[in-house]
């Protein structure tokens, strides 16, 4: 269970949710803003970082964190 990975929480202390460039131009984003991710279950509030290993379309949030901060 990587949640239970300390060398995780060490190398990445802070959840963040990664984008293509285009996909986050096209919103009026900016790498390291802080910003809203939602799903039918709950939504959370993460810092934006902007990569080329994203596909365009596709948002990734690693899932090692012990427990995202609901903002709902």
Partial sequence: M???S???DAISPHVE???????????GLQHGEM???RSRRMEI???LRVSHREAL??????FH????RRTC
Avoid at 22 to 27: C, L, N, T, V
Avoid at 57 to 62: L, V
Avoid at 65 to 68: E, G
């Fill in 17 to 27: 949710v990664y984008l293509h460039p285009k996909d986050a131009a096209d919103r």
């Fill in 2 to 4: 990587t949640r239970r």
């Fill in 45 to 47: 509030e993460l810092r």
């Fill in 65 to 68: 964190f012990r427990r995202p």
């Fill in 6 to 8: 300390f060398a995780l």
């Fill in 35 to 37: 910003v809203r991710a």
């Fill in 57 to 62: 379309g596709n948002a990734f949030i690693p």
